[in-house]
């Protein structure tokens, strides 16, 4: 009888034992039986489904494949978990590293400005009390004399925190920017249009691939790179800027970070290495720009330039003052040696965008901003005029680059699309559409001027003058947020949104 499970050799899904022929029967086949013939389909008896008994049963435990039955098989699953756990440890031992390094800082903060409001308030205190005892002359004295001591640059634990205020471009300064344009046009000429000899060719380009990466340089509980950039003597020496506040420097050969740069109080949204000076630059969404001393790790000043977050950074050739600008409309250039304001410009009274990205031309005259109207905008820096726009984009712009001969401007917003400008005919001569998914956070010029690099989705590399596409690196596994290029094109670093550096070469 199929009904019976000592019959079939199976055991039922939901078995019933029949008090009448004591027999194992699936429920279901059973209860049809009765209602259909009202016996036992063993003895034939009378038998309802009332009487039926239920039988509860273990459910079926599946053995282990053979392939994982052997001593070698349970050996190797005991040590990938062991392997994991200590995996896990490791990782949990960083953080708390991060979180005591954090918790440390915060503390120090807090009892530096401590400090300085009990200094601050016993000094006005002293005014008051000498402007209530002194004559009225001698008390409009007294007052203005504190009220510049305090309203100046104010040390704090060896940092000076610059107030807004413009100073001027003098003389001294514009003849400085007239001398090194001067200068760097003639290298220019000397140099000719031929490019340099140790310059990486083409085809070696097309094949390069990732041969290191480097994770875990910030914190993994506010993962992300935004920002990164070499230093032009040392180029094994990057410094990066990240979702958790610090920018870190890190040397590739050595795989050892240089310094951690604490201080600021929201992301870090652009980075400079000084190209001759153990200096870096900092722009964050907290409306600063730190200015840091690397190898004591030291904040020299804090410039306030503006009211909303820094957007974008850009070194003068001088090496001596800094272009920023930022969502606020305004864009500023400041001395970093003195950490004065020169100038402070507004985009465009008559609108409301915000300034999303500025880099200076290679000769330092002219710069370059983009807004989120869609719009690039070029300006004379001594001059502080805007002398030519270039619209055609939709979307905010994203990133701008100057070529080294200073004859292209390209361009990128949020529309998929990197437009090049002719700068000597002020017209876009070529576009390159890439796919509508991919986004663009990031594009660079090698120093000759004969490779241009895309990064956002993926990283591109682009020949000059032909725009042939050489190599797309799909490596990251996060949004590509900065790329830069090696000396001579001979590697290009990557930082993104996966928390990871990646070196790409032949």
Known sequence: MALVCSISG???????????????????????????????????????????IELKTTPLTKPRPPSATSIPA???ALQDEWDAVMLHSFTLRQQLQAARQELSHALYQHDAACRVIARLTKEATAA????ATLKPQAGASVTSGQVSHVSGATKI????????????????????????????????????????????????????????????????????????DLQDQDTSKAITGGMDKTAVVFN???EQVVATLRGHTKKVTSVIYHPREEIAITASADNTVRVWSIPNSSCAYVIKAHDAAVTGLSLHATGDY?????????????????????????????????????????????FGTGTTDSVVKIWDLKERENVANFPGHSGPITSIAFSENGYYLATSADDSVVKLWDLRKLKNFKTITLDESD????????KSGNYLAVAGSNIQLYVVKQWELLKKLTDHTGLVTSVKFGKSASFIASASLDRNIKYFAR
């Open 128 to 131: 008051r009390e000498a402007l």
């Open 322 to 366: 800094v272009l920023t600008c930022s969502s606020d409309q305004y864009w500023a250039f400041s001395d970093i040696q003195t950490g004065k304001i020169l100038c402070k410009n507004i985009s465009d009274p008559n609108a409301s965008h915000g300034l999303t990205c500025a880099q200076l031309h290679p000769d330092g005259l002219i």
């Open 74 to 76: 349970i050996l190797k």
């Open 157 to 228: 634990d060896d940092t000076d925190i610059v107030e807004p205020a413009e100073v001027g471009m003098s003389d001294e300064v514009l003849q400085k920017l007239q001398d090194k344009a001067t200068e760097l046009t003639s290298e220019r000429r000397k140099k000719g249009k031929k490019a340099p000899e140790d310059l990486t060719p083409a085809d070696d380009l097309r094949s390069f691939k990732q041969i290191a990466t480097h994770p875990g340089l910030h914190s993994a509980s506010v993962p992300g790179i935004l920002a990164l």
């Open 10 to 52: 199976e055991v039922p899904e939901h078995p019933v034992i029949s008090p009448v022929s004591k027999h194992i029967f699936e429920k279901r086949l059973i209860e049809k039986f009765i209602s259909e013939n009202g016996t036992d389909p063993i003895t034939g008896d009378s038998l309802s489904e009332s009487e039926l």
């Open 252 to 254: 590739k050969e050595n």
């Open 439 to 446: 986004e663009i956070k990031s594009l660079c010029f090698d």
